[in-house]
């Protein structure tokens, strides 16, 4: 069964960066829709960024442009989220997400906390 699994989250001061990791099993990665989502206090989760299957395309949020970056390693079964010029405002639980390249199936990590902070 598809399992998804992030870490690299923790606490970082304004200006610092992360990379979150999120080793999937179950599925080969490059046949899925892979993407990062967050969730902050109080807020609806949203869309970070995303890369498709197959080509490779890849899509951002407009908060993520110019400081995240998304990829992918089909031989080590990984998608990862590289968070650069963070700011207080990212601070959320951040979730790895696969779907099939259909659209029908809809699978998620636990999450892993990224809290900006001075």
């Known amino acids: 069964q598809v399992q998804l699994v992030e870490s690299g989250g923790g606490l970082v001061q304004p200006g610092g960066s992360l990379r979150l990791s999120c080793a999937a099993s179950g599925f080969i990665v490059s046949t899925y829709h892979l993407a990062w989502y967050r969730q902050a206090p109080g807020k609806e989760r949203e869309l970070v960024a995303r890369?498709?299957?197959?080509?490779?395309?890849?899509e951002y949020a407009d908060s993520a442009k110019g400081r995240f970056t998304i990829s992918r390693s089909n031989a080590k079964s990984t998608v990862d989220l590289q968070l650069n010029s963070l700011k207080p405002d990212d601070t959320a639980v951040y979730y790895c997400?696969?779907?099939?390249?259909?659209?029908?199936?809809?699978?998620w990590g636990q999450g892993t906390q990224v809290t900006v902070s001075s």
């Open positions: 997400n696969a779907r099939s390249s259909n659209w029908r199936t809809d699978n």
């Open positions: 890369i498709f299957s197959g080509t490779g395309g890849i």
